[in-house]
């Protein structure tokens, strides 16, 4: 079964601080997503990525920043941490391919304080 | 860019009963049509898909038809149990794997 994992449950942190939400795929998934999660908003893409060291934005990336040096591992940053980034977060991944099914990670309930 | 609704926002259903949610996009270049399960407290996870060369199907209790040319297409459950009471999003992938904004369903006892 694929496993997608996202470092961390909960996280709280100040306004103005940098984060790093981590998330690790185990099923050589060549697709990452990132996603975030607010009441009556769904799921809004921020970046996702379909290849190491590429990235691609999605609908609400400002804010935001990823990185890809492996081909498992697909990192959120948060430059500056504020306020309307309290969220949840969630973490995405699929085989080659936008017809695919994508297998999420726990996610990462975010507060900033 | 891709834009994805769902009707109705909310929907409660005794148990038994049928609930239908639909959905419509604006990528007519969308061939690919998923249903995914939102439980509290739980992940996102795929119930049904279906692809733009076939027009229904059928899982057990849950179904999925499609309307490639009025660009819509609709999850079915039928005699609905309380573990069906979730929220469900559907998405039109193109470029961007765009999810509506889902559909919180409570199936009451």
């Known amino acids: 079964d694929v496993k997608v994992t996202q470092s961390s449950r909960y996280l709280v942190k100040r306004t103005g601080e940098k984060v790093f939400l981590e998330c690790v795929q185990d099923?050589?998934?060549?697709?990452m997503f990132w996603y975030r999660q607010d009441p009556g908003l769904g799921l809004r893409l921020i970046y996702f990525s379909y290849d190491v060291k590429m990235k691609e934005k999605g609908d609400i990336p400002e804010g935001y920043s990823v990185s890809r040096e492996k081909k498992e591992r697909f990192s959120l940053i948060l430059e500056s941490a504020s306020t309307n980034q309290t969220s949840m977060y969630l973490c995405a991944s699929s085989s080659n391919g936008v017809a695919e099914k994508l297998f999420f990670g726990s996610g990462t309930q975010l507060s900033v304080l | 860019g891709e834009n994805v609704e769902q009707h109705p926002s909310t929907l409660s259903v005794q148990e038994g009963d049928s609930a239908v949610i639909k959905c419509t996009y604006s990528?007519?270049?969308?061939?690919?049509f998923p249903w995914y399960k939102q439980e509290l407290g739980k992940r996102p996870q795929l119930i049904i898909d279906i692809r733009s060369n076939v027009g229904e199907k059928k899982d057990q209790r849950i179904a999925v038809t499609l309307n490639k040319t009025a660009k819509h297409f609709s999850l079915h459950i039928t005699e609905t149990q309380p573990e069906d009471s979730a929220v469900y999003f559907c998405a039109a992938p193109g470029q961007n794997f765009v999810f509506g904004p889902g559909t919180r369903l409570s199936v009451l006892p």
């Open positions: 099923m050589d998934h060549e697709n």
């Open positions: 990528d007519s270049a969308s061939n690919y």
